[in-house]
């Protein structure tokens, strides 16, 4: 029985999301390389200053726009050194998410609890860092992540129950 050839309405949904949440975390493991890589060529505080020039000319425009102020407040209290981090994580996250994704869409068996884990693993990360720093940004993450975990879980039991 192929994959897409689920009896239950669910298994087809399970299934259709599951491969929107790999195409969506594949892009955003390519964007967090690509982000990786504009921050690590860069001179640090660059694009820390482009987000606050832009954010504060949005802000003139529109004093009310919650995007533009939130950028401003994050850009304001980031510092060089988070730069750093920021770099070598998007690199390392990015480039995992997007192998990890690459060998669950070939359907390889280690795929699934090898992905699980690392997500779970970047969880604890994620939430480590945000105890000690307070960046929401580690919080959409691992919320991403958690749904994501679930997916594949789904996914996973979804190709077993077809392998019997």
């Known amino acids: 029985m192929a994959q897409t050839d689920v009896a239950h309405p669910i298994s087809r949904w399970t299934h259709f999301s599951f491969l929107i949440s790999m195409v969506g975390k ?3 493991g390519l964007g967090q390389i690509l982000g990786g890589l504009a921050l690590a060529v860069t001179p640090d505080g660059t694009l820390n200053s482009l987000v606050l020039r832009l954010a504060k000319l949005e802000l ?3 004093p009310n726009d919650m995007m533009a102020q939130w ?4 850009a304001a209290a980031t510092h060089v050194a988070n730069e750093t981090f920021y770099t070598i994580y998007l690199l390392i996250h990015g ?3 997007l192998g990890l994704v690459l ?3 070939a359907g390889l068996k280690w795929a699934y609890p090898v ?4 997500l779970v693993a970047f969880i604890v990360y994620q939430m480590n860092k945000y105890a000690h720093t307070g960046d929401v940004v580690m919080i959409i993450l691992s919320v991403i992540d958690i749904v994501v975990i679930w997916l594949i879980w789904r996914e996973w039991k979804a190709h077993q129950r077809t392998a019997l």
Not at 71 to 74: K, P, V
Not at 115 to 118: E, F, H, K, L, V
């Open 103 to 105: 060998a669950l869409l």
């Open 71 to 74: 950028l401003n407040t994050a």
């Open 60 to 62: 003139i425009e529109d």
């Open 95 to 97: 480039g995992l998410n």
């Open 115 to 118: 992905s699980i884990w690392a």
């Open 26 to 28: 594949g892009l955003l």
